[in-house]
C-alpha cells in the first residue's frame, strides 16, 4: 500500500532546509506584488458582494445575471471540491487524463490560487490540523474569547498575508513532476482571467448589450468569486471552531450543516479530518454533498475509478459512540446513499 503524499511526515531538518527553486507561480515566498494583488482580489469582490444586497433590493436581477452566477459559482466550487480538494489533495479516486486537466482547470477557476501551492497548503493543514505548523487554525492565538475572534481572523483571510509559504516541492512533489499540472499551475492569471471575463462575455452576447455585459460582470465575475472565496474560508475557519463532531479525529474540526450546499459537501468536514481520503464526505441521512454525487456520476460514466467509497466498518470505527449506539439507520442510509 503507497503512502498518500498528505500523509508523508516532514522531517525537521526537511522542514526548514530552503526548497529548491519553485516550479509553479509565486514561488515559496510572496512578493509585494502578489500581495498587493491578492488584497485587490479579497477587497473588490467583497465590496461587490456587499453592496450587491441593496442592488438586488433596488432594481432587481436579471435571470440572465443569476444563471451566470449559480452557473459559475458551481463549476469553481466543485473544481475545487471534486478537483484540488478530494482528487489532487488526498487521492480519493483516479481519473482520465482529459478529466484531470479538465478538474486542474475547473478548480483554478475558482481564483483561489494556483493548484500546486493550493494542495501543497492543504496537506500541510493536514499534517498539522489545529496544532503548530497548521497554516490556518483558528485556534492558533489561543482559546480565550479574544484568542479565538483573532484566530478566526486569520484562519479566514489572515494566513493569506504571511510571507513564508508552504514548501510546495515537500508536500506537492506529484503535481510538480507532472508537466500538464504544473503548466496549468503556472497559468493561474490565465484561467483567472477566463473565470472573470466569461460572464461578461456570455451577458453581452445575449442581450447584445454593454449594459448586459456590465450587469453580468458584477453578478456572475465580482459577486460570485467573493461568495465562493468566504465559503471556501468557512472552511477553514467556522468548521474548525464550531461544529457537532460525530467522528474521532485529532483536531477540532466540525460539521456544520449550514454551509453544505453552498460548499458542495465540504463543511461535513469533520469525517473528511477523520477519514480523510474517503471520496463522500456526508455519510449520514440528509447530509447532502453533490461533491461526492459528481463524483459517482463520473465514476459511472468510466471517467474516475478507484474511488475510496465511505465503509460502514471505517465509519464505525471512527464514531465518537461506536457501533451500536443509535446510528445504525444512518448508516444504512449513508451506505445505500453510495450505491444507488
Not at 474511488?307 to 470505527?317: F, G, N, T
Request: glycine residues 8%; aromatic residues 10%; proline residues 6%.
Amino acid at each position: 500500500m503507497t503512502t498518500s503524499p498528505d500523509l508523508a511526515r516532514a522531517t525537521p531538518a526537511e522542514e526548514a532546509a530552503p526548497p529548491p527553486p519553485s516550479a509553479t507561480l509565486g514561488g515559496e515566498e510572496r512578493r509585494t506584488v502578489e500581495q498587493l494583488a491578492l488584497l485587490l482580489f479579497i477587497v473588490v469582490p467583497f465590496l461587490a458582494l456587499l453592496a450587491a444586497v441593496p442592488l438586488a433590493w433596488g432594481w432587481g436581477v436579471s435571470w440572465l445575471d443569476l444563471t451566470l452566477l449559480v452557473l459559475f459559482y458551481f463549476l469553481g466550487c466543485h473544481g475545487i471540491t471534486v478537483g484540488f480538494h478530494r482528487h489532487f489533495t488526498h487521492g480519493a479516486f483516479k481519473a482520465r487524463r482529459p478529466v484531470r486537466v479538465a478538474l486542474a482547470i475547473a478548480g483554478s477557476m475558482a481564483v483561489e490560487g494556483p493548484l500546486v501551492r493550493w494542495v501543497a497548503d492543504h496537506r500541510k493543514h493536514h499534517r498539522h490540523s489545529d496544532a503548530e505548523g497548521d497554516p490556518h487554525s483558528p485556534w492558533r492565538y489561543g482559546e480565550s474569547v479574544p484568542a479565538l475572534l483573532k484566530g478566526l481572523w486569520w484562519a479566514h483571510v489572515g494566513w493569506m498575508f504571511d510571507t513564508e509559504q508552504t514548501n510546495q516541492h515537500r508536500y506537492a512533489p506529484d503535481l510538480i513532476n507532472d508537466p500538464a499540472m504544473r503548466r496549468i499551475s503556472r497559468q493561474f492569471v490565465l484561467w483567472t482571467t477566463v473565470s472573470l471575463a466569461a460572464p461578461p462575455l456570455v451577458g453581452g452576447l445575449v442581450t447584445w448589450s454593454w449594459q448586459g455585459a456590465l450587469t453580468a460582470f458584477f453578478w456572475g465575475s465580482l459577486v460570485r468569486v467573493a461568495l465562493l472565496h468566504h465559503v471556501t474560508w468557512s472552511i477553514n475557519s467556522i468548521c474548525h471552531a464550531t461544529g457537532k463532531r460525530p467522528f474521532r479525529s485529532r483536531d477540532r474540526s466540525g460539521n456544520v450543516w449550514w454551509l453544505a450546499v453552498l460548499s458542495c459537501g465540504e463543511s461535513w468536514h469533520n469525517l473528511h479530518h477523520a477519514d480523510p481520503t474517503s471520496a463522500r464526505h456526508g455519510v449520514d441521512r440528509w447530509q447532502l454533498d453533490s461533491s461526492a454525487r459528481l463524483i459517482r456520476w463520473m465514476e459511472r460514466a468510466g471517467w474516475v475509478y478507484d474511488v475510496r467509497w465511505p465503509k460502514a466498518s471505517r465509519l464505525d470505527a471512527r464514531r465518537v459512540a461506536g457501533p451500536g449506539a443509535g446510528r445504525e439507520e444512518d448508516r444504512r442510509e449513508g451506505a445505500a446513499a453510495e450505491t444507488a
